[in-house]
């Protein structure tokens, strides 16, 4: 049995100008909706995760209380639970999927939380990696429903260094023959694994690896194991459309490319009147601080923030770094209480 | 004709207990040897690189002058000049040639400087990336022989990170189905072509890709025009096996993994009696400057000094970062008059 719902968006006209067909929504929540219906946190998924995947931060006594808040998890197009090139009818399946951006995905969950849950205010839109790029999209086309933001490890646009690292893994998956340009009757095994790999070097920092703490912090009894157990784990079991579609929004990120902005990143940044603490990992590859910095100079009301951590890009991410989650609950906490 | 000459190893025994038969190693010197045979400079190459793409630190009134240095670039084996999987007769050919490590490319570039040239003391071991990498065999093998070292952006020992970036570009060139094991009748071009752009996101810094140093430094027209143009361009005529054949040296190599060392890499680092310069890119992505500064506490009489820049990988490398080779070629001159 699916722990998700799904909300029908209908025929979902995109930016693009395409349609989404019966367009799905997949979200889960977590914690009860009050009369006042002013409890509640959006909490957007990153890139090729599901809302099960996003579970560590929320737990009884940390930020992200189901006992206080009402926490909504929307799942980004793509990922295989919302409408994704894996589960869309021909003719809109698989390579010839319709690009979906940041901005779509946000209207999308914006239905949602209005629609389907008469919501007016929002407590909190938090979220990591992909997850903060929607994250800084709400508090940008939505200010006056958004009071705070928290986005970590993640900007509101793909840099360019980013977009570059994104190539490589993509040119990996698609050098696989059997990915038959999207065309695949079985998965392309040896590309995704390809994909897994070279996302390996990115995902955590030098000093991770020198330490050696995939084998004393994450218990791999070697580096092939943490590489094949890891990184290639991750990946191997997703559909390749799916990761490209993701993909394909990841690197066309931009807060300012949308109706609304019409191509200002920087207009885009200063409307974001919320409280926003922004946390970059000092030893992040694709998402070094000095993006946030410079983002943090156009938002009226936003605190850069780094993590001094040895964990790259999954300081606060899945579950993996104690230490950064205490330092992140503290800052979602601190926020959630001004 | 080439401009380049070969000095015949016969049939030279590698660490890995195969023998190269017929062993060759390209060489090009540059200047007069003098007739003390005491004004010799060894300049190895860096990772798929020739001697021909060394030659932008040689030159009348730089450091490398060959009006007062004889300069001896001997070229690493895999290179396709000195016995490569692309010039190795079969049965040793393509895929079946033989491990070869940092510490064989260095024992055959002895007996070249030795032997052929009957030199018994050199003024100076320099070399970039790879280049480094044989730069600092020389000096713990050759202690009596190397008074000056001068490894830039490379490493004693390739760090585990590094490994885990090499093994992504690694996989995409082996994903395409064209490269078949290493049996390819023609070149394994999409897998080629993926190498460049994984290693795009390395080589260079996010402040590089952020400046838009590609199109304002290097004068490309777009980020495209940058990938295919330079990244592509630098390894699609290049041989996969050959590459690949480097790539084990570059994954493998470690000062300590030899039979004078026995594995202790500190023990190869306290050997180097050379005064050294030990020179790191401030935003090397796989050579951070922090690897350099522990091997240093091992060595006796080695310096740390780390180039500012937002080059990265790229810094003294070949040709592109004016500002930095100055500061480089400095460092040399400085090093060469002690």
């Not at 025929?11 to 909706?33: H, N, S």
């Not at 191509?263 to 603490?277: F, N, P, W």
Request: net charge negative.
């Amino acid at each position: 049995m699916a722990d998700y719902e799904i909300f029908e968006l209908g025929d979902y006209v995109l930016q693009c100008g395409k349609t989404l067909r019966k367009a799905k929504l997949a979200f889960k929540t977590f914690g009860t909706l009050n009369a006042a219906k002013d409890n509640a946190i959006v909490y957007p998924t990153w890139y090729s995760g599901q809302h099960t995947e996003n579970e560590w931060l929320i737990e009884p006594g940390k930020a992200l209380d189901p006992d206080k808040y009402f926490i909504i998890i929307p799942n980004m197009f793509g990922n295989g639970l919302s409408s994704s090139p894996s589960n869309t009818p021909a003719p809109w399946d698989g390579p010839r999927f319709p690009n979906v951006t940041a901005y779509d995905n946000v209207v999308a969950q914006h239905r949602l939380v209005t629609e389907h849950f008469g919501i007016e205010t929002l407590v909190l839109v938090t979220g990591w990696s992909m997850g903060a790029l929607q994250t800084y999209h709400w508090g940008a086309l939505y200010p006056d429903m958004v009071p705070r933001i928290l986005p970590f490890q993640g900007s509101a646009k793909c840099s360019r260094h980013n977009f570059v690292f994104l190539e490589g893994a993509k040119a990996a998956l698609q050098a696989d023959a059997a990915f038959a340009e999207g065309w695949y009757t079985s998965p392309p095994n040896k590309g995704l694994r390809a994909f897994g790999r070279v996302y390996a070097g990115w995902g955590l920092s030098q000093t991770f690896y020198r330490i050696e703490a995939d084998l004393t912090h994450m218990g791999y009894a070697s580096l092939e194991d943490f590489l094949v157990g890891f990184w290639e784990g991750l990946f191997y079991t997703r559909d390749a459309n799916d990761l490209l579609a993701m993909l394909w929004t990841w690197q066309n990120g931009d807060i300012g490319a949308n109706p609304v902005f019409k191509g200002d990143t920087k207009a885009a940044l200063a409307a974001i009147r919320a409280k926003a603490i922004l946390m970059p990992a000092s030893t992040d590859l694709y998402f070094p601080p000095e993006d946030n910095r410079i983002e943090a100079e156009s938002m009226p009301n936003a605190e850069l923030r780094v993590i001094e951590t040895w964990w790259g890009h999954f300081a606060g991410g899945p579950g993996t770094s104690p230490d950064d989650i205490a330092t992140l609950d503290a800052a979602l906490k601190e926020l959630l209480a001004s």
